[in-house]
């Protein structure tokens, strides 16, 4: 499985971004997808997770209601957009895939497959 995100950036407090996430290499559509962050000095945490229908996603905590994610099994990617961003949540995003069903949340830290990430960076 290849992840290639994109999207990152630079934006002021307030402001929105779009990251995506684009796989190939597997059947990605029976896949678990989700996005994790990880700034400077701080530990790995989950964003935001999506099962193979898109129809549930959940967010950790600090994430509802600014973000949303969703995915588009025709093109084999997945999208998450941000808004009302905080210098909080600069760090470097990475997207994850793994073929579990019943653990796709943010929490679940088995996720085997790993994009090499974009930064966002809020001032």
């Known amino acids: 499985v290849q992840l290639v995100e994109s999207g990152g950036g630079s934006v002021q407090a307030g402001g929105s971004l779009s990251l995506s996430c684009a796989a190939s290499?597997?059947?990605?559509?029976?896949?678990?997808m989700g996005w994790f962050r990880q700034a400077p000095g701080k530990e790995r945490e989950g964003v935001a997770a999506?099962?193979?229908?898109?129809?549930?996603?959940t967010y950790a905590d600090s994430m509802k209601g600014r973000f949303t994610l969703s995915r588009d099994n025709t093109m084999n990617i997945i999208h998450l957009q941000m808004n009302n961003l905080t210098p909080d949540d600069s760090a470097m995003y990475f997207c994850?895939?793994?073929?579990?069903?019943?653990?796709?949340?943010?929490?679940?830290?088995?996720?085997?497959?790993w994009g090499q990430g974009t930064q966002v960076t809020v001032s």
């Open positions: 999506i099962d193979s229908t898109g129809s549930e996603p």
């Open positions: 994850a895939a793994d073929p579990t069903t019943v653990r796709c949340r943010p929490d679940y830290g088995g996720f085997a497959f």
């Open positions: 290499g597997t059947t990605y559509s029976s896949y678990c």
